[in-house]
T-cell receptor
């Protein structure tokens, strides 16, 4: 069974304190790994797609990387507005179109 | 470019009732997927619609059903509501159906009493 595990469950940072969120996966035939940001009571907002090991994507203070077993979302010098839940999802070759999500990491950045 | 929209925003129903949730896909997107997100959990895939037909289904019972219309908008219907159906229901649109990113709407918060 495909599994996606995110850690930590929750993370508190001070403004400017860089850190990383982890998404480890056990799947057969990865066809894409997706990162989303979700604010309370709202729908997930698309951030990145990664397709192959070694790939990296950047957007403002966020950088996503991918290996054969896990993905990291690096947050450099975070600001309070980066506070949100970050979700990781995978698409695999045996499951067609569906995304399988992890439970998310709740990030709080204090001023 | 118009994003994904969903209606209603909030809904309160009682156990045993039926509910219909609606979704309009992002401009240019022909595929709609529905997800259920319980509080504190990641979204769970319900099903996907492409060219007005179901194109993949998750582990949800038949009382969860859907439709897609020629303009690519979609409905999620849930019959015989149970307390555990209380959740945020998310619609995501994409194109083409198997590859590419899925873009989510704001969701409908369903509470079953």
């Amino acid at each position: 069974e495909d599994q996606v595990t995110q850690s930590p469950e929750a993370l508190r940072l001070q403004e400017g304190e860089s850190s990383s969120l982890n998404c480890s996966y056990t799947v057969s035939g990865l066809r894409g790994l997706f990162w989303y940001r979700q604010d309370p009571g709202k729908g997930p907002e698309f951030l990145f797609t990664l397709y192959s090991a070694g790939e990296e994507k950047e957007k403002e203070r966020l950088k996503a990387t991918l290996t054969k077993k896990e993905s990291f979302l690096h947050i450099t010098a975070p600001k309070p507005e980066d506070s949100a839940t970050y979700l990781c999802a995978v698409r695999v070759e045996t499951s067609g179109s569906r995304l399988t999500f992890g439970e998310g990491t709740q990030l709080t950045v204090n001023p | 470019e118009t994003g994904v929209t969903q209606s209603p925003t909030h809904l309160i129903k009682t156990r045993g009732q039926q509910v219909t949730l609606r979704c309009s896909s992002q401009s240019g997107h022909n595929t709609v997927s529905w997800y259920q997100q319980a509080l504190g959990q990641g979204p769970q895939f319900i099903f996907q619609y492409y060219r007005e037909e179901e194109n993949g289904r998750g582990n949800f019972p038949p009382r969860f059903s859907g439709l897609q219309f020629p303009n690519y908008s979609s409905e999620l219907n849930v019959n015989a509501l149970e307390l555990d159906d209380s959740a945020l229901y998310l619609c995501a649109s994409s194109t083409p159906p198997v590859a590419g990113e899925q873009f989510f709407g704001p969701g409908t918060r369903l509470t079953v009493l």
